[in-house]
């Protein structure tokens, strides 16, 4: 693996760049693309960030950023952690990757060289230093582009992965004039009325169990239907059950087709949630895991409170 | 005004403390309160936080503070705004107060001294650099304080008096070891049963108008008496109806004992919440302003949805 100066001077040693950023993208893959696509231009480069497509609430980190004639030559990725996180970029660049930033210690991205830093709580937070050390001019869009990976990827600084040096690393692009106004109420303040509209049914499909020990909220195929919304409208809502006072085990159920339901438990007080999972054929980590189960709402979700009932007993 | 190094000296050469919080108590007036207790008595004074109660989910603040048994002869209060904040101790203690220190630029407070910086975040971000210059030692416990009043305070870090110092005084806390994991969770993912159902109750209520432009919850005093909840679960519902996209007046309508309704008003986009409200008796800041309008739920409402559709053609 290469140290953080040896990319710096890769860097600055090729050109005509790909940047390559992961499908479904999320703000650190975007805010690391654009970043890094204005810290080359910086220092004379050709440079141009690939996508699959920007989602419109992320429109602002490419404002500055003019799209430029080149033959590629050099192709980095960022924030990507495995193939076929490329999307309907996979085919045409896999084996075609010079170089891989990234901070998921799960990496298994196929790239000649690669840099990868598990620690950092956003690979945004990994281009700050990267930069630092290409000497870079810490510009208001390329401090925007950094802020909006690092707040994104750790809950505006409420995620465990916030360490110090996260704070410290926000704290200098709050001298370099980043927006964190704008940032934070596009990110955090933010939600579609599909969303609220979800919300609302998951709200009213809650239940308690276990003497309130354990809440399950679910979706069905019908309530998307209804809405007009789909998965991408689902993100967060497994959370809301295990935010519930008392709550030991908070249950999302979610219906697919096939006549089966995809469930999310998240767990306090160090009840284990891959061993209830484990139950159902499922697994993951000790917080928050994941099973299938077959059957209709009224039988899944009876299933799953005799379950929690006896796994608390 | 006392400076700073002031403050310290003061606190030095006094002893026998009455340390005053704020009544409706917050993260910030607590964690304060506590942190001062502990560094006074690091030095060999005695100290004690006199509150109108702590709340269950502030509980962990106080958990190495024993009570101590002494005669007052120092008042010092901390995030008290105003005498009438101190709530049911004020009589005891208005007109005895010997140091107020506050960041609310608003301060009307009556104390013999006074330390108000109104461009600290929190109160708990000026008793880190207080700290500093009494060479407290940051134990685990008092960073804890400091860090809970600095983060709900800031709402994690979200709001807009979060300064780069801010961010860097809380990168010294986790120096020093607070637990943030802990903190972040009680203060930020954790809601009572009561406001769950508040919260649905809320989401159920919502209706647009002015093509979407306009959002408007309400609750009445049914409702509550219904969800046997009160005005202590109503925090952070005015928020709700102005993230919705594509929302520029969010308004939220509280039933209130005699005929008439709260209304809290909160604007994206410069619309002027404060000029909307005027329109019933009302004001407030440019994006955050409220009014009473008497009259039933129907009539209050339509009257508020007629303006919203005017105030925005
Ligand atoms: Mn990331
Ligand atoms: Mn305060």
Redesign the interface.
């Known amino acids: 693996m290469m140290n953080l100066y040896e990319v710096a001077r890769f860097l600055e040693a090729h050109d005509n760049y790909d940047i390559l950023t992961h499908a479904y993208p999320d703000g650190d893959t975007l805010g690391s693309g654009f970043a890094l696509c204005l810290a080359l231009r910086q220092i004379g480069k050709k440079a141009r960030v690939i996508t699959t497509g920007v989602p419109t609430k992320f429109a602002y980190l490419q404002k500055n950023i003019e799209e430029e004639g080149f033959t590629s030559e050099t192709v980095v990725s960022v924030d990507v952690a495995a193939d076929s996180l490329l999307g309907s970029n996979m085919d045409k660049y896999i084996g075609k990757v010079d170089l891989c930033i990234d901070h998921h210690g799960s990496n298994t991205f196929t790239a000649k060289e690669k840099f990868v830093d598990k620690y950092a709580a956003a690979n945004c937070e990994i281009l700050y230093k990267l930069f630092l050390r290409m000497h870079i001019n810490f510009t208001k869009d390329i401090a925007d582009c950094l802020y909006t990976g690092i707040s994104t990827d750790t809950g505006?600084?409420?995620?465990?992965n916030?360490?110090?040096?996260t704070?410290?690393v926000?704290?200098?692009l709050?001298?370099f004039g980043c927006n964190?106004?704008y940032i934070?109420k596009a990110m955090?303040?933010?939600?579609?009325?599909n969303k609220?509209q979800l919300?609302?049914a998951v709200?009213?499909s809650?239940t308690?169990c276990a003497d309130?020990r354990c809440a399950i909220i679910y979706t069905t195929l019908d309530m998307l239907k209804k809405l007009n919304t789909g998965d991408d409208e689902m993100e967060g809502l497994a959370?809301i059950p295990?935010?519930?006072?008392?709550v030991l085990i908070g249950i999302t159920m979610r219906e697919k087709e096939g006549g089966f339901f995809k469930i999310s438990v998240r767990t306090n007080n160090n009840i284990n949630a891959s061993d209830f999972c484990s139950q159902f054929g499922g697994g993951g980590h000790p917080a928050a895991a994941g099973c299938s189960i077959e059957g209709d709402l009224e039988t899944v979700k009876t299933t799953l409170e005799k379950a929690a009932e006896k796994f608390l007993s």
Not at 188 to 193: A, H
């Open positions: 505006c600084f409420r995620y465990t916030t360490t110090a040096e704070m410290r926000a704290a200098s709050m001298d964190t106004a934070n955090f303040e933010t939600k579609s009325k609220i919300e609302r709200y009213d809650m308690y309130g959370s295990r935010q519930i006072e008392g």
